[in-house]
């Protein structure tokens, strides 16, 4: 789960400390909510009906906001 939240950190890095565009790829979304859903699992989280974490929403709804271009940088 970590690795895709670093991996944005780092491109927010590059777009607004050195001031370059940066691409991030994300090949495979479901990699970040299938590991979301065994951190859940390990931490004796109750799934919800379909099976995934109950922070689902909220973890995906963080990644995906913090995914966006400036005037500074993309």
Known sequence: MRVGLTALTMAEYFRDVNKQDVLLFIDN???FVQAGSEVSALLGRMPSAVGYQP???TEMGSLQERIASTKKGS
């Open 55 to 57: 922070t689902l929403s």
């Open 29 to 31: 979304i479901f990699r």
